[in-house]
């Protein structure tokens, strides 16, 4: 028995030769064409709608900006001085806190927050935005929100989240 990856290996080499073997198929030209049509989209990225979303979908539940927001989690300040924000870096950012973030978010609000691509790139461009952040007050969260807000550290939400 070849081990799993040798033999993924052996037959990537044959797929590869079969390829190599075979002339253009007419299905695989219009995959071809289909791939130079298809265009990569990233979603419009508006700092103000991010604060909007931040603050309605309850991220400022655990998190803080400018000392404003639960305290269950990282704060979400602008770091340094970035000259441009990634969207897909920041959703990448989200995906590691992820697993803690999902127990927490279940917890605390009883469901997983769900967001749209155009809803992270909101996000993104809102914790990037000195200006935007700066201007977020105490008076920009409704009471039903702010009565959720969570004060304690997520470790001491629950001790034997560490463990799972
Ligand atoms: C119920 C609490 C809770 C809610 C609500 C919540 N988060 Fe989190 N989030 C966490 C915790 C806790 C972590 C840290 C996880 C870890 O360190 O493993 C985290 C981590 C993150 C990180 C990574 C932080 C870092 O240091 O890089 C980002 C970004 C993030 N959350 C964004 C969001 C956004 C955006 C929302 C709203 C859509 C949101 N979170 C809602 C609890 C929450």
Partial sequence: MLPVSLRLAVSLCFIAAALLAAAPLPAMAEDAKMSEDRKLVVPLADAE???????GKGCVVC??????????????D???????FDV???????????????????MELGYQIDLTG?????L??????????RRFAE???PEVIRDWMVDEVYQELDPDYMTR
């Fill in 124 to 133: 993104a461009a809102f914790a990037a935005d000195l200006e935007v952040q």
């Fill in 139 to 141: 008076t920009d969260i």
């Fill in 63 to 76: 998190h803080s900006v400018n000392g404003i927001g639960g305290k269950a989690a990282p704060a979400l």
């Fill in 118 to 122: 155009e809803d992270l790139a909101h």
């Fill in 88 to 106: 897909f870096d920041f959703a990448a950012r989200m995906w590691r806190g992820a697993p803690t973030m999902i127990v927490l978010q279940e």
């Fill in 78 to 84: 602008v770091a340094g001085n970035q000259p441009y």
């Fill in 49 to 55: 709608q991010g604060l909007e979303i931040f603050v």
